[in-house]
């Protein structure tokens, strides 16, 4: 069984930064790309970026290309997302994922998720 750990979230003004830290409980061939995703107060769960542990594929959505940076450390089983220059438009939970899938932005090709680390930014 595959868990996820997420964590880092936290209040922050805009124009902040916070880095948010997703540990799994062991790589395997159904992890081979983890995912961050957000989920705001009465709206869908959506992609933000994703990365695998070779680190050749990532991917960020177009709200947050140039602000957040996916990263990982293979030998910590630990993914990273390094968020600046926070707008309040980015206050939602924060979910890791973990998917079997190649580069993949579906929601629901994610098989294991964390409990989720709630990120507000205040204007």
């Known amino acids: 069984q595959v868990q996820l750990v997420d964590s880092g979230g936290g209040l922050v003004q805009a124009g902040g930064s916070l880095r948010l830290s997703c540990v799994v409980s062991?790589?395997?061939?159904?992890?081979?790309?983890m995912g961050w995703f957000r989920q705001a107060p009465g709206k869908e769960r959506e992609f933000v970026a994703c990365i695998t542990w070779s680190g050749s594929s990532t991917y960020d959505a177009d709200s947050v290309k140039g602000r957040f940076t996916i990263s990982s450390d293979n030998a910590k089983n630990t993914v990273y997302l390094q968020m600046n220059s926070l707008k309040p438009e980015d206050t939602a939970v924060y979910y890791c994922?973990?998917?079997?899938?190649?580069?993949?932005?579906?929601?629901?090709?994610?098989?294991?998720w964390g409990q989720g680390t709630q990120v507000t930014v205040s204007s």
């Open positions: 994922a973990a998917t079997g899938r190649i580069g993949e932005r579906r929601r629901e090709s994610y098989d294991y």
């Open positions: 062991r790589r395997t061939y159904n992890t081979a790309t």
